[in-house]
T-cell receptor
């Protein structure tokens, strides 16, 4: 079985500050991990994915995430927040084979304060 | 390259009716999966199709069904609609089942009244 926990349903940061969105996963096998962003009334856009290559993954729009097996974590960071980063962020896991699809966390709403 | 196209974007149906949603994957993508997004339950996996075969299904009642055509386009159907079926239905495509590059469409917003 696979599961994802995102800590904090809402995270507020000032423009220019560090963004840190937390994600912990549970998987019985080495997982594939993803971060998606969703803007209002839109679908999901892939920010980055971990597929067992480098543990530090760089994505679009300046985001990156580090896979830490010992902590079963895949936290998303961005050094400097921009107003356009305000959105809903979802962490997802797939334990391989893909037959069970992606399992998503509940999401974190990122608020950027001017 | 066109993205994943879902039609219609918005739909309003009455309880007890049935509805069919359509998803056209990215050209060359042979796998299509469907997800339901609601404020209460979040994003939940419905099913995935590859080469016209359903690979797996999430924990949803039999009222939810789908199919995939030879051109990889997919439809999902919900029969006997309930108020709780109101949701954003998202479709995702990928090249094949060994590739984890899922691309999502913009979704169909279904409202059941």
């Amino acid at each position: 079985a696979q599961s994802v926990t995102q800590l904090g349903s809402h995270v507020s940061v000032s423009e220019g500050a560090l963004v840190l969105l937390r994600c912990n996963y549970s998987s019985s096998v080495p997982p594939y991990l993803f971060w998606y962003v969703q803007y209002p009334n839109q679908g999901l856009q892939l920010l980055l994915k971990y597929t067992s290559a480098a543990t530090l993954v760089k994505g679009i729009n300046g985001f990156e995430a580090e896979f830490k097996k010992s902590e079963t974590s895949f936290h998303l960071t961005k050094p400097s927040a921009h107003m356009s980063d305000a959105a809903e962020y979802f962490c997802a896991v797939n334990s391989g084979g893909g037959a069970d699809g992606l399992t998503f966390g509940k999401g974190t709403h990122l608020i950027i304060q001017p | 390259k066109a993205g994943v196209t879902q039609t219609p974007r918005y739909l309003i149906k009455t309880r007890g009716q049935q509805v069919t949603l359509s998803c056209s994957p990215i050209s060359g993508h042979r796998s299509v999966s469907w997800y339901q997004q609601t404020p209460g339950q979040g994003l939940q996996f419905l099913f995935e199709y590859f080469s016209e075969t359903q690979r797996n299904k999430g924990n949803f009642p039999g009222r939810f069904s789908g199919r995939q055509f030879s051109n990889s386009r997919s439809e999902m159907n919900v029969s006997t609609l309930e108020l709780g079926d109101s949701a954003l239905y998202l479709c995702a495509s990928r090249t094949d089942v060994s590739n984890y590059g899922y691309t999502f469409g913009s979704g169909t917003r279904l409202t059941v009244v």
